[in-house]
């Protein structure tokens, strides 16, 4: 097996043994980017000199012995909406095509504490706005098992860094699915935690009370490792909450007996792509075969989620994305008669056709006039569906659902149809208004060779139990086991 194709799990063990050092697995990491990269395009930019030095310090470190931390000489990719300390930060857009963070988010604080290696920044939806990588200013990011799909969005670069192997893990930003939907279509593994167990601070705001950091890696067992590094309260966040954090490798156990799985009705409905209802069937019997059960459960506001979610998006990002005028830093424009005109001509200039449209949908939800009718009506929304799911999970332990209607579509296809891009989020969304957690997991292909991928929602703060299931599923299936052929 070649070194960038290893796991988080395998490689500590072949680092602290003496088999390999951090520095021959970064390296080998970076042929596999020069060699594939040039047709994925999973990165922004790529941080070489500092992961080697990283990597060499991790090395001495593990010579010296004593306590080894759990990402000591490991190499991960970062989406490029996380503040690095001194690295470009640009969010996939031209206004912040020239920032460098004068600070680490929290999440890169504490995985520099455990001795992570940074390999660089990867490709996004600009500002996370998007469903397949396309409206990033620095090009769109291809799917490794086909390079003619898109790899989901708005992490498409994580996930397909992951898939092509150009990384060993990494982490995403999930708003709406932003996680879950491209470690589905590119067959890896993505968790969006419950929001609050996993700080913000550092993270580029989009919508702010629906916006968690999660780990993207190539299996189970990498996502329980990294969760234990990330999580915890951040006094920099009044948003992060002061909850126990448990070992989460603990919680992997390869038993679902006596778990009780609810199936939401309107999850399965008309005009879902046949293939992805069976996989997420196929893989729903195989849990009952080693010993959970399930019943079919009602979720009734599904239907209003969309709606409810761009509105409430829309009008954080409008609130958010205020703060971007050329003044204080990034992108200004040179062609300006006074102040009011540099404004404006530098968010037209500086804003991709996308972010725009939610700028000019959250203003005007937020207008005088509308906020009641929208805005606030949306909230009252939220709650109920918020409602759906606590009442669901009083008989449920967990709730399996497709991860999005279809498998990975071809590139350009939905650009031109703003609502049906939106529609690819329509498994995803309620689970960030609800603020739970989920996991995303491999759990069949298309005809077509393409991954698709399942979800697994939990209760607040019940990573574990979805953590455990999830494992329980990969220890007895192959899907996270299979690699693309990249055609170069």
Same mark, same amino acid.
């Given at each position: 097996?070649?070194?960038?194709e %290893?796991?988080?799990?395998?490689l500590?063990?072949? %680092?602290?043994?003496?088999?390999?050092?951090?520095v021959?697995v970064?390296?080998?990491?970076?042929?596999?980017?020069?060699?594939?990269?040039?047709?994925i395009?999973?990165?922004?930019?790529?941080?070489r000199?500092?992961?080697?030095?990283?990597? #060499?310090d991790?090395d001495? =470190?593990?010579?010296?012995?004593g306590?080894?931390?759990?990402?000591?000489?490991?190499?991960?990719?970062?989406?490029?909406?996380?503040? *690095?300390e001194?690295?470009k $930060?640009?969010?996939g857009?031209?206004?912040l !095509?020239n +920032?460098?963070?004068?600070?680490?988010? $929290?999440?890169?604080?504490?995985?520099?504490?455990?001795g992570?290696?940074?390999?660089?920044?990867?490709?996004?939806?600009?500002?996370?706005?998007?469903s397949?990588? #396309?409206?990033?200013? +620095?090009?769109?990011?291809? /799917?490794?098992?086909?390079?003619?799909?898109?790899?989901?969005?708005s992490?498409g670069g994580?996930?397909?860094? %992951?898939?092509?192997?150009?990384?060993?893990?990494?982490?995403?930003?999930?708003?709406?699915?932003?996680?879950?939907?491209?470690?589905?279509?590119?067959?890896?593994?993505?968790?969006?935690?419950?929001?609050?167990?996993?700080?913000?601070?550092?993270l580029?705001?989009?919508?702010s009370?629906? @916006?968690?950091?999660g780990?993207?890696?190539?299996?189970?067992?990498?996502?329980?490792?990294?969760?234990?590094?990330?999580?915890?309260?951040?006094l920099?966040?009044?948003?992060?909450?002061?909850v126990?954090?448990?070992? +989460?490798?603990a919680?992997?156990? @390869?038993?679902v007996?006596?778990?009780?799985?609810?199936?939401?009705? #309107?999850?399965?409905?008309?005009?879902?792509?046949?293939?992805v209802?069976?996989?997420?069937?196929?893989a729903?019997r195989?849990?009952?075969?080693?010993?959970?059960?399930?019943r079919e459960?009602?979720?009734?506001?599904?239907?209003?989620?969309?709606?409810?979610?761009?509105?409430?998006?829309?009008?954080?990002?409008? !609130?958010?994305l205020?703060?971007?005028?050329?003044?204080k830093?990034?992108?200004r424009?040179?062609?300006?008669n006074?102040?009011? &005109?540099?404004y404006?001509?530098?968010?037209?200039?500086?804003?991709?056709?996308?972010?725009?449209?939610?700028?000019?949908?959250?203003t005007?939800?937020?207008?005088?006039?509308?906020?009641?009718?929208?805005?606030?009506?949306?909230?009252?929304?939220?709650?109920?569906?918020? @409602?759906?799911?606590?009442?669901?999970?009083k008989?449920?332990?967990?709730?399996?659902?497709? /991860?999005?209607?279809?498998p990975p579509? =071809? *590139?350009?296809?939905?650009? /031109?149809?703003?609502?049906?891009?939106?529609?690819?989020?329509?498994?995803?969304?309620?689970?960030?208004?609800?603020?739970?957690?989920a996991?995303s997991i491999?759990?069949?292909?298309?005809?077509?060779g393409?991954?698709?991928?399942?979800q697994?929602?939990?209760? &607040?703060? @019940?990573? #574990?139990?979805?953590?455990?299931?999830?494992?329980?599923?990969e220890q007895n299936?192959d899907?996270? %086991?299979? =690699?693309? =052929? *990249?055609?170069?």
């Amino acid at each position: 097996m070649n070194l960038y194709e %290893l796991t988080i799990h395998q490689l500590q063990k072949m %680092l602290r043994s003496g088999e390999v050092t951090s520095v021959d697995v970064t390296k080998a990491i970076y042929e596999r980017i020069n060699d594939v990269d040039k047709e994925i395009h999973a990165y922004i930019s790529l941080t070489r000199e500092m992961a080697l030095e990283q990597a #060499e310090d991790a090395d001495r =470190k593990i010579k010296e012995g004593g306590d080894i931390p759990p990402l000591l000489g490991i190499p991960l990719a970062i989406k490029d909406v996380l503040c *690095i300390e001194g690295v470009k $930060t640009t969010c996939g857009s031209k206004i912040l !095509s020239n +920032f460098i963070p004068p600070y680490d988010a $929290t999440v890169i604080k504490r995985l520099k504490a455990n001795g992570a290696i940074f390999l660089g920044k990867t490709n996004m939806d600009e500002f996370a706005m998007g469903s397949s990588t #396309e409206t990033s200013y +620095f090009g769109i990011t291809r /799917n490794p098992w086909s390079l003619q799909h898109i790899p989901g969005g708005s992490s498409g670069g994580s996930a397909a860094a %992951l898939a092509a192997d150009e990384c060993i893990g990494a982490l995403g930003s999930d708003t709406g699915g932003s996680i879950r939907q491209p470690a589905g279509c590119c067959g890896v593994v993505g968790m969006k935690p419950t929001y609050g167990r996993v700080s913000r601070f550092g993270l580029v705001a989009f919508a702010s009370s629906l @916006d968690q950091i999660g780990p993207m890696t190539k299996d189970v067992t990498d996502t329980a490792i990294l969760m234990n590094v990330i999580s915890g309260r951040d006094l920099l966040d009044s948003t992060s909450l002061d909850v126990r954090v448990p070992d +989460f490798t603990a919680a992997l156990r @390869d038993d679902v007996k006596g778990l009780r799985i609810g199936i939401p009705r #309107e999850y399965f409905v008309e005009g879902m792509d046949p293939e992805v209802e069976d996989s997420v069937s196929d893989a729903i019997r195989l849990l009952e075969r080693l010993g959970a059960s399930s019943r079919e459960i009602s979720l009734p506001h599904t239907d209003y989620a969309i709606s409810t979610y761009y509105l409430l998006a829309s009008a954080e990002a409008s !609130s958010n994305l205020a703060r971007y005028d050329g003044v204080k830093y990034g992108y200004r424009t040179d062609d300006s008669n006074d102040i009011m &005109h540099m404004y404006k001509k530098t968010r037209e200039n500086g804003f991709g056709a996308e972010v725009k449209r939610r700028i000019m949908l959250g203003t005007y939800a937020l207008s005088s006039g509308y906020y009641d009718a929208y805005y606030l009506k949306a909230q009252k929304v939220r709650t109920l569906i918020k @409602d759906d799911f606590d009442k669901a999970f009083k008989g449920c332990d967990v709730l399996i659902v497709p /991860n999005a209607p279809t498998p990975p579509f =071809k *590139i350009g296809e939905k650009m /031109n149809n703003p609502l049906q891009m939106y529609l690819s989020d329509i498994f995803t969304i309620s689970v960030n208004l609800s603020g739970i957690p989920a996991i995303s997991i491999p759990c069949g292909f298309s005809k077509e060779g393409l991954p698709i991928g399942m979800q697994i929602m939990g209760r &607040h703060f @019940d990573e #574990e139990t979805i953590l455990r299931i999830a494992y329980t599923f990969e220890q007895n299936t192959d899907y996270h %086991l299979q =690699k693309p =052929k *990249i055609k170069l």
